[in-house]
């Protein structure tokens, strides 16, 4: 729950941001956006939290996305992929984002259910 409240605070300073950038200074167009998003970004966190505690194998697979997304970062980057390529071979393209994701589940699983 608490990880819930401070997301939906991180979320709202970072939406209060994009809407006062969006409105280019109208102070009624600052408001009514806000009006607008505010509720949408809580009760969606909200569904969100539910959605997670009654399907709790979905807080892995975004965990597996996100660690995917890691791996194939690390591969793209300009300086830091071609050197990793170079030195694993065309394998990693694939085994490194395969790893940092299961790496992350298996990581999330054991803090979850230490004693």
């Known amino acids: 729950m608490k990880t819930i409240i401070l997301a939906d605070f991180l979320m709202s300073i970072d939406n209060i941001l994009s809407v006062a950038g969006a409105a280019n200074g109208d102070f009624l167009l600052v408001v ?8 949408i970004i809580v009760l969606g966190s ?52 395969a790893f940092q994701a299961l790496a992350v589940c298996v990581l999330g699983y054991l803090k979850s259910h230490r004693k």
């Open 32 to 39: 009514f956006g806000l009006m607008v998003s505010i509720p």
């Open 46 to 97: 909200q569904l969100i939290g539910k959605v997670l505690d009654r399907f709790p194998f979905l807080m892995y697979a975004g965990a597996a996305m996100i660690g995917w997304t890691s791996g194939t970062m690390f591969l793209h980057d300009k300086a830091l992929g071609p050197v990793i390529t170079a030195a694993a071979g065309n394998w990693i393209e694939t085994g490194l984002p």
